[in-house]
């Protein structure tokens, strides 16, 4: 036998997509784990012709469950971020919109039973150690895609999946505000690094003499800014005590700007190589407690929020994402207690990826 054969299932997760797999079925070491998935995904090619990425990073993600040994927990959600064409694997970060498929891939590998019309899946990111519940619409014991729920992004319509994510400030760095600060001065810019759902380091659009309303492609154009933002972000890195960050995706980068199109935010944000099309689930979990929390870059630029639960409508390149906080905040205290949000997915393949023998056997 030539290729080691793994099973998985392919699913679009919110504006992301990737194979999602049993953990069992995967090697256990990070060393060899990442190998098979830069083999997976094609990495090394900015296309991944040899494999089943996109080449784009919203579409080089891995899910990886397994049955949870957390007394809240049903499954664990295991996420990598595969690098286009570096061939790098990032285990630090999670990602929101492939968790929205999780729900679903729960139900379809038979790690949890169907309940009649509406399955609620408890679900812990390994990564963070975020709770998030998925309430999943389901019927004759099996998952339904068909609906009427859009999301800006992907086309067409689907059944909506409910998310209400718990316990994400400081999964990283164990606080809020890792560097202590609402906002840090790093290469003359003002920024607020906040690790909330995602460690992001924040700035004001109209910081890089940028309006904050630019396209994913005029801004993946504009390589003297991205030059300037990755010099920032690497600073930050360190002081929000993640050490070099050159080679991990994490801290991510946003940008806020006032709203255009009658939401709360213009936000642009940063994978952080490239700018993503749309919007991150856990990006915008960040950038609203950004907006929400008094004195950070975005503090005063908030529009039409008043108190808790606020629905924020956060603008992106590709329409707008609404995010249902709930929230304390008492003079210049803030804690962030819930965000939800409601998203799409589809089951698109299932079968089995190949890997050389030579990357990985399962035989000895």
């Known amino acids: 036998m030539t290729q080691t054969a793994i099973p998985f299932l392919f699913m679009r ?5 990737g194979p999602y797999m049993l953990r069992s079925d ?6 060899t784990l990442a190998r098979v998935l830069v083999a997976i995904v094609g990495s090394g090619h900015s296309l991944n012709i040899d494999g089943i990425g996109g080449g784009a990073a919203v579409t080089t993600k891995v899910a990886m469950l ?9 499954v664990d959600y295991f996420f990598a971020q595969v690098s286009v064409e570096d061939g790098l694997v990032d285990f630090k970060p999670t990602c929101g919109n492939i968790l929205v498929g999780v729900g679903p891939a729960t139900i379809e590998m038979g790690l949890l039973p169907a309940s009649e019309a509406l399955t609620e899946v408890r679900i812990r990111a390994v990564n963070t150690g975020a709770r998030v519940t998925a309430r999943v619409r389901t019927h004759n014991g099996a998952v339904i895609y068909d609906g009427d729920a859009k999301i800006d992004g992907v086309p067409g319509s689907s059944a909506p999946i409910d998310l209400m994510f718990r316990d994400v400030v400081g999964g990283v760095t164990g606080t809020m505000f890792p560097t202590g600060n609402r906002i840090d001065v790093i290469d003359g810019t003002e920024v607020s690094c906040l690790d909330v759902a995602m460690p992001m380091v924040i700035a004001r659009a109209k910081d890089f003499a940028l309006t904050g309303y630019e396209t994913a492609a005029e801004l993946d154009e504009n390589r003297a800014f991205f030059e300037r933002m990755e010099a920032i972000r690497l600073r930050a890195g360190a002081l929000m005590g993640m050490g070099d960050v050159s080679q991990s995706v994490t801290p991510k980068f946003g940008l806020l700007a006032p709203a255009r199109d009658g939401g709360t935010a213009a936000t642009r944000y940063f994978m952080p190589w490239k700018t993503h099309p749309s919007l991150a689930v856990t990006g915008s979990q960040c950038l609203s407690a950004c907006l929400l929390c008094p004195g950070t870059v975005g503090a005063e630029m908030t529009n039409g929020v ?10 992106h390149p590709m329409g707008q994402l609404d995010v249902a906080v709930e929230f304390s905040r008492n003079g210049d205290d803030f804690d962030l207690v819930s965000a939800g949000l409601t998203r ?9 990826v190949f890997v050389p023998t030579g990357v990985w056997t399962t035989t000895t």
């Not at 995967?26 to 060393?31: A, F, G, S």
């Open 26 to 31: 995967l090697p256990e070491d990070h060393e």
């Open 306 to 315: 008043s108190g808790s639960p606020a629905q924020l409508n956060l603008e």
């Open 13 to 17: 997760g919110g504006t992301s997509r």
């Open 66 to 74: 397994s049955p949870s040994n957390d007394d809240w927990a049903d």
């Open 344 to 352: 799409t997915a589809r089951k698109l393949a299932a079968g089995e």
